[in-house]
């Protein structure tokens, strides 16, 4: 495994080692003690989710007010665009945000921390993201903010095309009036 760092420190990429020959490939996409020992980090994943999203969906930007979940993000059909918004108001990178794509074929995760807004575009004909999560989904506690918020200023890489939204993450939050982690 290889971790890769991104702008902000706290966001990571991860490579695992792919072993591959003409019958196809193995990689171990988790190893919790691999991933302590390479990141530091020593979250506990309580729930798997999985969805499938058409090109041009956008998907975000999600986070918990309370009860934040920590994502480690995968794709194991298609390609996304993944995107990490630090909404930790304390922090030195508050309001900035970091994306990379992650795909079946470079089979790159990142591990988002709790704090953190979270969303992606699918940018293949199909996509198909699995990630594992720190906490329980709380709907009770579910926020999200505007895609295209001029303030965090995320450059999408939609190539022109308009990004297919639901209802949730049209009606999202202006980054100025939504909740943020204040501690």
């Known amino acids: 495994m290889n971790i890769l760092p991104t702008e902000i420190p706290d966001v990571l990429i991860v490579e ?3 072993f591959s020959d003409a019958r196809g490939f ?3 996409s ?3 003690q691999a991933f302590a020992e390479k990141t530091g980090v020593t979250a506990e994943f309580v729930q ?3 969805s499938r999203s058409a090109q041009n969906i956008l998907r975000g930007l999600h986070y918990q007010i309370q009860q934040p979940q920590g994502k480690l993000v995968r794709v194991v059909v298609g390609e996304i665009f993944d ?3 630090d909404i930790r108001k304390n922090s030195p990178t508050f309001s900035k945000w970091v994306g990379c794509r992650l795909s079946a074929e470079n089979c790159r995760q990142l591990w988002i921390p709790p704090g953190f807004a979270h969303g992606f575009l699918a940018v293949s004909e199909v996509a198909e993201v699995l990630y594992k999560t720190t906490e329980y989904y709380a709907p009770q506690y579910d ?3 505007l895609w295209d918020d001029p303030d965090i200023g995320i450059d999408w890489p939609l190539n022109g095309a308009s990004p297919i939204l639901s209802a949730k993450d049209q009606a999202g939050k202006a980054f100025k009036t939504a909740e943020v982690f204040e501690h």
Do not use: G, L
């Open 30 to 32: 988790f190893n919790r």
């Open 143 to 145: 926020r999200c903010i």
């Open 26 to 28: 193995f990689f171990e």
């Open 16 to 18: 695992p080692k792919v």
């Open 83 to 85: 995107v990490a918004v």
């Open 48 to 50: 798997d989710n999985h």
